[in-house]
Antibody
């Protein structure tokens, strides 16, 4: 059974760096083809794809946010970490992590999401 | 980056009716298109992958079609639990963009 759960601060100040952790079970990020992605959703708005990391440490980023994002994995802890620098109120959103398989490309298992508010 | 445009923005129908949702890509994505359903307060759920394949556990009333730039999600006979927001997503090019969503509401 695959599960994912996001954790991190619920409130950050403008200009601060956000660090979110996705802790998962039911699969390993050392298995060929496996990946974990991050997606966000501002309140009442659409989904936005952010970043993805694969078992082989291949990393992909949204071009519009690439300069602010870093995605890493800790295979031994079954965790993926997303950092986003220079946070702004427009970054207020629910942040989701999700499981993917490279061959399929779809996000087939999702975490429950974590709401991050950016405010002074 | 590939832009996905979904229409209509809102669709008002009654249970038992047929729903047809559209997703148009700014360039060809071949068949690399997925559909997700999202209910209030919940994470999205994968419905359809590669344009026409139902994900595990998805009822047969959900079907997908299309290729290239034009795609359709059809719900043959709406159940009360189908009223939600639906998103398309392409995996042809990075970044794997989403559409802006179609809200399916009860008429």
């Amino acid at each position: 059974q695959i599960t994912l759960k996001e954790s991190g601060p619920t409130l950050v100040k403008p200009t601060q760096t956000l660090t979110l952790t996705c802790t998962f079970s039911g699969f390993s990020l050392s298995t060929s083809g496996v990946g974990v992605g991050w997606i966000r959703q501002p309140p009442g708005k659409a989904l936005e794809w952010l970043a993805l990391i694969y078992w082989n440490d291949d990393k992909r980023y949204s071009p519009s946010l690439k300069s602010r994002l870093t995605i890493t994995k800790d295979t031994s802890k079954n965790q993926v970490v997303l950092t986003m620098t220079n946070m702004d109120p427009v970054d207020t959103a629910t942040y989701y992590c999700a499981h993917t398989i490279a061959a399929a490309g779809t996000l087939d298992y999702w975490g429950q999401g974590t709401l991050v508010t950016v405010s002074s | 980056e590939i832009v996905l445009t979904q229409s209509p923005a809102t669709l008002s129908l009654s249970p038992g009716e047929r729903a047809t949702l559209s997703c148009r890509a700014s360039q060809s994505v071949s068949s690399y298109l997925a559909w997700y359903q999202q209910k209030p307060g919940q994470a999205p759920r994968l419905l359809i992958y590669d344009a026409s394949n139902r994900a595990t556990g998805i009822p047969a009333r959900f079907s997908g079609s299309g290729s290239g730039t034009d795609f359709t999600l059809t719900i043959s006979s709406l159940e009360p639990e189908d009223f939600a927001v639906y998103y398309c997503q392409q995996r042809s090019n990075w970044p794997h963009t989403f559409g802006q969503g179609t809200r399916l509401e009860i008429k």
